[in-house]
């Protein structure tokens, strides 16, 4: 089966620049994650989708930072205006309703962002 | 609060001698534990999982890791190590019921020839 695909790989865009990440996760994979993970830490849980309802959003920085799965297939996150310290790999992952008795995530390569 | 802790920032050995990656949690509920290993410019892929039964979990690659209750703690092993297997290993916790995911800071794992 496919893997969890995200675009772009890579973005650099100007601190108050807007920016948009799209994941399409794994076929059937009911609950849909994005991380924030900044250079030498591990990944920090921005958003927690269950279908194309939100089950966890509290570590998202709602000012700034948004994000949808509108049909429960696909996702988008964006950053709008970006501040410098928004520079980080931002990994999508997703789970099955069966696996997920036991949650296993499986991770897309994520996407590199630089603010400059 | 809840948290995981992998205490080495890099972990050295060589070739052919046995691993240990450490990673200590703390969580409110009942702990699902999980390890990840990271290579360069690619995302996390599944190592393994302790959800229940068996302290001793045996995973992908050739790895392991053991659950320990009264410490508190979920080491990553591997009996002999390879030079592929040097990545960066993230040990994560699920904390039952709040349905909520910790990762740790993460471990770089250099084997050497």
């Known amino acids: 089966e496919a893997g969890v695909a995200q675009s772009p790989r890579y973005k650099i865009i100007e601190k108050r620049q807007s920016v948009a990440f799209w994941c399409n996760p794994i076929s059937g994979h009911a609950t849909l994650y994005w991380y924030q993970q900044i250079l030498g830490q591990g990944p920090k849980l921005l958003i927690q989708?269950?279908?194309?309802?939100?089950?966890?959003d509290s570590q998202l920085p709602k000012d700034r930072f948004s994000a949808e799965r509108l049909k429960g297939v696909d996702s988008t996150l964006k950053i709008q205006p970006a501040k410098l310290e928004d520079s980080a790999v931002y990994l999508c992952a997703s789970s099955s309703r069966d696996v997920e008795r036991n949650y296993e995530q499986y991770f897309g390569p994520g996407t590199r962002l630089t603010v400059t | 609060a809840q948290s995981v802790a992998q205490p080495e920032d890099q972990v050295n050995v060589a070739e052919g001698n046995p691993l240990t990656v450490k990673c200590t949690y703390s969580?409110?509920?009942?702990?699902?534990l999980f390890w990840y290993v990271q290579y360069p410019n690619r995302g996390l892929q599944f190592l393994l999982k302790y959800i229940t039964g068996d302290n001793l979990v045996k995973g992908s690659y050739g790895f392991e890791a053991e659950f320990n209750k009264s410490q508190t703690s979920f080491h990553l092993k591997k009996p002999s190590a390879l030079v592929s297997d040097s990545a960066l290993y993230f040990c994560a916790v699920r904390d039952e019921p709040f349905n909520k995911f910790y990762f740790g800071s993460g471990t770089k794992l250099n084997v050497k020839p």
């Open positions: 969580v409110s509920g009942n702990p699902y």
């Open positions: 989708f269950q279908n194309n309802g939100v089950v966890d």
